[in-house]
């Protein structure tokens, strides 16, 4: 049950599900009303759990254990302690770096796409190209989001504004690559945008329809969007707009009367 990719020990699961001050989100205390059999759980992600437990609900109890220990989780590594065992790891790219050429292996950071349970897989998000990628592992794309939420990679920037990556030159982080491993990042993102253009050939697309599909994805912590990259996002946002409207109406007069 417990990956790599989790930082959280016997010790801080039972100081965080009890709610002791300090040591986890003050969200953690209503645990017990989203896990069922709440204290058996605990108990046996905790080694506690009474032997005379009946094995048809052992079943269920290891669910619910998952449940709760992701959801534990999700909590403490917003937590100073928390955000310092994922920093460790950050800083050893142990998550992946982004795959984008430009980024020049930026090192990457779990997220949730929502805090529910059972709704979205753990996605990566690259502080640089500000954008979400799927993990390389099936193992770790199904971890479930909700067990590292919303909110941890950009706390983890805001309380460390020095690890903000910058948006163009070398990373700090990214030295350790190797030349032949970028060489190829480059080839296969060049092998991939040639078949792309083959496969679309002869087809009429407009650009202006495609760039108004497009998604993007918006930081928040707790629920809250950043006041700076929301203030960017509405510029970029009527920048994009401004172009769109170009499109179209270089669209609309070359299709003519």
């Not at 046996?44 to 052992?58: C, F, G, S, W, Y």
């Not at 090192?107 to 979400?132: A, H, I, M, W």
């Not at 945008?193 to 009429?204: I, K, L, T």
């Not at 930081?219 to 509405?234: N, T, V, W």
């Amino acid at each position: 049950m417990i990956s790599y990719t989790f930082v959280l020990g016997s010790d801080q699961v039972t100081s965080s599900a009890r709610g002791y001050p300090g040591s986890c989100h003050p969200r953690a205390t209503s645990l017990n009303n989203e896990v069922t059999n709440y204290a058996q759980a605990l108990d046996l992600i905790t080694d506690n759990l009474d032997d005379e437990i009946q094995d048809e609900m052992r079943g269920s109890l290891d669910v619910q254990a998952r449940l709760l220990y992701g959801l534990i989780h999700a909590r403490w590594i917003v937590t100073a302690r928390g955000l310092q065992k994922m920093l460790e790891k950050y800083k050893r790219a142990d998550f992946g770096r982004c795959p984008r050429v430009l980024c020049q292996q930026q090192p990457l950071l779990p997220v949730g796409l929502t805090d529910v349970p059972y709704e979205k897989s753990v996605k990566l998000y690259c502080g640089r190209c500000e954008d979400l990628y799927s993990p390389k592992s099936t193992r770790h794309g199904s971890i479930d989001g909700a067990y590292f939420g919303t909110t941890f990679p950009h706390l983890l920037f805001l309380v460390y504004p020095s690890l903000i990556p910058p948006k163009s030159g070398p990373t700090e982080l990214g030295t350790t690559a190797s030349k032949e491993g970028d060489s190829k990042n480059r080839r296969r993102i060049r092998e991939e945008q040639d078949v792309s253009a083959s496969e679309g050939a002869g087809e009429a697309i407009s650009t202006a329809s495609a760039a108004l599909k497009a998604e993007r994805y918006r930081p928040r912590i707790y629920g809250f969007q950043l006041h700076e990259i929301a203030k960017l996002q509405r510029w970029q946002e009527a920048v994009r707009d401004r172009q769109i409207a170009r499109l179209e109406a270089l669209e609309e007069r070359e299709r003519g009367p």
